[in-house]
């Protein structure tokens, strides 16, 4: 798994020179200054018979401070439905973070990278704060709409002396979905 994470790490962190050498196609793709975006993107997994089951929703909005600087809110929700020898377990729970995104280049393939800072709260997790480092790749199918692949590495910690100590028991979070601006 680690070796899995390393390599989708080093092939988004590589983005930003594929976007670069883009030739231009006369179109404009991608926001401007003072422009919003909205983008929502899903999960899921279940077993062979459907016995254990989770979905996850991320919907992210965020206002473009600059053409190529965004900041936002970004809420998800899961839920899972585990089976166990003597009963059915229901859990859901919730993030909201706040984030600020670099993207570089304008063309096509817009890669990022950025921060995020928030909260996880319900049932089987420990409610706490968390902040994370991401990365990723937008790459616009028409000139305002766009899919989306994000990988966030997220620290948890319940006051400012443990996130040191949160940073190294972190969790990767994998997102693919699409947005717009407007």
């Not at 585990?82 to 377990?89: L, P």
Request: proline share 2%; net charge negative; aromatic share 16%.
């Amino acid at each position: 798994m680690k070796r899995l994470a390393a390599l989708a790490y080093c092939i988004f962190a590589a983005t930003p020179a594929a976007a670069l050498a883009q030739g231009s196609s006369g179109m404009q793709f991608g926001p401007d200054a003072g422009e919003r975006e909205f983008s929502i993107a899903g999960s899921g997994s279940s077993d062979q018979d459907f016995d254990n089951s989770n979905f996850g929703l991320t919907a992210d909005l965020g206002w473009y401070l600059q053409r190529n600087v965004i900041a936002g809110i970004r809420q998800s929700v899961n839920f899972a439905d585990i089976q166990g020898e003597d009963a059915t377990n229901d859990f859901w729970n919730g993030t909201t973070r706040g984030y600020l995104d670099y993207q570089f280049g304008t063309h096509r393939a817009r890669p990022f990278i950025g921060a995020s800072l928030g909260g996880i709260y319900g049932d089987g997790v420990d409610d706490s704060a968390f902040a994370g480092l991401e990365t990723g790749l937008k790459y616009y199918v028409l000139e305002k709409t766009y899919i989306l692949g994000r990988l966030d590495y997220q620290f948890f910690f319940e006051s400012g002396s443990g996130a040191d100590e949160g940073f190294e028991d972190g969790a990767w979070a994998y997102t693919v979905g699409m947005g717009y601006n407007f």
